[in-house]
């Protein structure tokens, strides 16, 4: 017996041949039973992290230079803020901050659970670069359709975005498909919003057909799902990349964090002469004593 193909956690880019449109395909398995497992939240608000983390995939992978691709959403609703991280590299992390007590009376739905409040996108590129941050409104009907009427109005760019999630023990499996015009040229003056991209049409049809077994279907070979999809114009596929879970936090993260306290304060906000950092995305637990806070302070001093 071989064992079953498992085509998860992974990004194919693409292109569609005839019309020049491009695209994303994401599909996330592993990657979100960790990112799940470090938390225990209520199934709505996971598939929530799992749908965040999904986004995060397919709108960073767009991106032409490398860095760090964040989106936050920020509401009045019982999830009170939701992060997805992914890098370049493949790295992802996504976590939520919620409200026990409300969330298990809080019905499966989008606009309950965030409320109202805005999506955020930033796109940080490293020291010497100027951050990018881009914001639009929550109005509701889901993530993927706020983040698709972020690129329509405010980068002008026609997107189409489909996501699909399935239950997975105590986590989500999902996937996503992305069309995507090509940037407009800035220099090339206005342009009307309504006329669509060539191809736009017939793209945009084929993809309302995928189904949601097809796409989460971790037997089923990503090519092959593309190819379904859109074989009669030709699909061109470029060079898959691998997700994995992977936090930005560390001992020198937390060390930099604590030791810009005072030791009035650190020793206010110490346990038992001890404090603790948590990281919010993974869970880790970095402690200190007051003593080596305060060995830390003489070193920063003594470099400074
Ligand atoms: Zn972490």
Not at 27 to 32: D, P, S, V
Not at 175 to 190: E, K, V
Request: charged content about 20%.
């Amino acid at each position: 017996m071989f064992p079953e193909p498992n085509h998860n956690d992974l990004i194919i880019p693409f292109q569609l041949e005839q019309s020049g449109l491009r695209g994303r395909f994401v599909r996330l398995g592993a990657t979100l039973d960790e990112i799940l497992g470090k938390h225990q939240y209520p199934q709505p608000v996971a598939r929530l992290v799992a749908e965040a983390a999904t986004l995060a995939c397919v709108l960073g992978s767009m991106l032409k230079e490398d860095g760090i691709f964040s989106l936050q959403a920020k509401g009045d609703g019982p999830v009170g803020m939701l992060v997805a991280d992914y890098t370049s590299d493949g790295s992802l992390r996504a976590y939520a901050s919620f409200n026990k007590d409300v969330v298990a009376t809080v019905p499966d739905s989008f606009a309950e659970l965030l409320g109202t409040g805005y999506l955020a996108f930033t796109i940080d590129r490293g020291e010497g670069f100027e951050r990018y941050q881009g914001i639009v409104e929550v109005d509701g009907a889901s993530l993927t359709a706020a983040a698709q009427h972020y690129f329509l109005q405010s980068e002008q760019i026609h997107t189409e975005l489909k996501f699909f999630a399935a239950p997975h023990a105590h986590s989500f499996h999902t996937a996503a498909l992305c069309i995507q015009a090509m940037p407009h040229d800035a220099d090339a003056g206005d342009h009307d919003l309504d006329r669509l991209p060539p191809g736009w049409d017939e793209a945009s049809a084929l993809l309302a057909t995928l189904s949601a077994a097809e796409a989460l279907d971790a037997a089923l070979h990503p090519h092959e799902v593309l190819f379904r999809l859109f074989h009669e114009g030709g699909v061109r596929a470029y060079d898959t990349v691998h997700v994995m879970h992977r936090c930005r936090c560390g001992l020198g993260r937390a060390e930099r964090a604590l030791s810009a306290l005072s030791e009035a304060e650190a020793e206010e906000l110490a346990d038992a002469g001890r404090i603790e950092v948590r990281c919010e995305f993974c869970n880790s637990t970095y402690t200190f004593t007051l003593q080596e806070l305060s060995d830390l302070r003489a070193k920063d001093a003594g470099a400074g």
